[in-house]
């Protein structure tokens, strides 16, 4: 039976998604829970429009962001955490912490997805660091300087 999903459900699918499973399957547990509902030709077409939205919106936003990050790839991001004497943080420096500083400078016109960066950073220290990013086809480094506060 195909139905759609209405809420992510582990080892099936998620959000949004058409899959098959088994009869008893969806009218026992998947229906009753409001995890899923049948699908027909009109839920179908519905579906399909509204994941072409989105892929034209992702779109759209990923074209900004590409012109954004070429523009700051010229001056650096500068992120800030409270060091000691020496250098070194108190806390470590993630990607979510650069994430948050170029999310303020775009000043919300468009989110700044994580899955942009292909590494994980953990820098201890204050100085320079170099983060690449690949969105679509386009690649990229980000140059963020790490300040003491």
């Given at each position: ?14 959000k ?8 008893g399957y969806?009218h026992n ?9 049948s ?17 034209d ?13 070429k ?10 955490k ?19 500083v170029?999310q303020?400078q ?6 700044v997805?994580i899955?942009?960066?292909k ?16 969105i ?14």
């Amino acid at each position: 039976m195909k139905i759609i999903l209405q809420q992510n459900v582990r080892k099936i699918g998620q959000k949004g998604d058409i899959v098959e499973v088994n009869d008893g399957y969806a009218h026992n547990f998947l229906f009753p829970q409001g995890l899923a509902r049948s699908v027909s030709k009109a839920v179908v077409a519905q579906v399909k429009a509204v994941q072409q939205k989105q892929e034209d919106t992702q779109k759209q936003n990923n074209t900004l962001l590409i012109e954004f990050l070429k523009n700051l790839t010229k001056e650096k991001v500068v992120v800030q955490k409270p060091a000691n004497d020496k250098g070194i943080l108190f806390s470590a420096v993630h990607i979510d912490d650069i994430i948050s500083v170029v999310q303020a400078q775009t000043q919300g016109k468009f989110q700044v997805p994580i899955t942009i960066f292909k590494q994980d950073i953990k820098c201890k220290e204050v100085g320079a660091l170099e983060v690449p990013y690949q969105i679509d086809a386009f690649k990229g480094v980000l140059k963020v300087d790490v300040r003491a506060e």
